[in-house]
């Protein structure tokens, strides 16, 4: 099913009429770079002197990508609004409308269809939290390393003593036992490029 109504019949009928209808749509609407799939929702149309006011409640899929940890995540979105549409062609006459359609109402097609997309395109853009977070509890990426800390653990020190002085002083404090202050130096030196085999030779050392 899609997001379009014929609206032709309530158009012949008189003000005040009203139709439901329920509607879902499997085609996504981009919301300016955010996907909305599974789009489902109730709509109540009421014919006035101008037009139809839609009553509109709505759910869809957003995928969005977490502020925080970088991963994809889905939340479904529930809105519910109201807008105007206005017809363009006058149904008893076949010829344009001369109902000025404004600046807020949306337009029924000349073939008297009304098309939600836009309207919930509008509306669902609005749902979307500007900073998406996967979940309130998300721990986001390792500023050190980028490991996702969601997932694992990293070895990377705990903020409070990820200052360089703190690990300057953690690696001379491992080294006290055994080396010599050239060889302490030559290791911190080198700890960015092959921490591992430094660590190997320490061992055989001691
Ligand atoms: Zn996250
Ligand atoms: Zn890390």
Redo the contacts with the bound molecule.
């Keep these: 099913m899609s997001l379009q109504f014929n609206v032709a019949q309530l158009l012949k009928t008189n003000v005040g009429q009203t139709r439901e209808y329920d509607f879902e749509s499997d085609l996504p609407i981009d919301l300016d770079g955010v996907l909305a799939s599974n789009i489902s929702g109730h709509a109540k149309l009421i014919l006035t002197n101008f037009g139809i006011i839609a009553t509109v409640t709505a759910r869809a899929t957003l995928h969005l990508i ?6 994809p ?1 889905q939340t479904r979105a529930q809105i519910a609004f109201e807008e105007e549409y206005r017809p363009s062609i006058d149904i008893t006459t076949g010829l344009p409308s001369t109902i000025p359609v404004g600046d807020t109402a949306f337009l029924i097609s000349q073939n008297h269809n009304l098309d939600f997309r836009e309207a919930i395109r509008q509306n669902l853009l609005l749902a979307v939290d500007l900073i998406p ?3 309130p509890d ?3 990426l390792c500023p050190d390393c980028g490991a996702n800390r ?1 997932l694992q653990e990293c070895a990377c020190r705990p903020e409070e003593t990820s200052s360089p002085f703190a690990i300057l002083e953690a690696l001379l404090g491992d080294q006290e036992q055994s080396g010599s202050p050239s060889e302490q130096k030559s290791h911190v030196a080198t700890s960015t490029g092959h921490p591992k085999s430094h660590v190997g030779d320490r061992r055989a050392n001691g």
Excluded: K, S
């Excluded at 977490?66 to 991963?71: F, H, Y």
């Design positions: 977490c502020a925080r940890c970088l991963e995540f977070v996967c979940r998300c721990r986001g969601n």
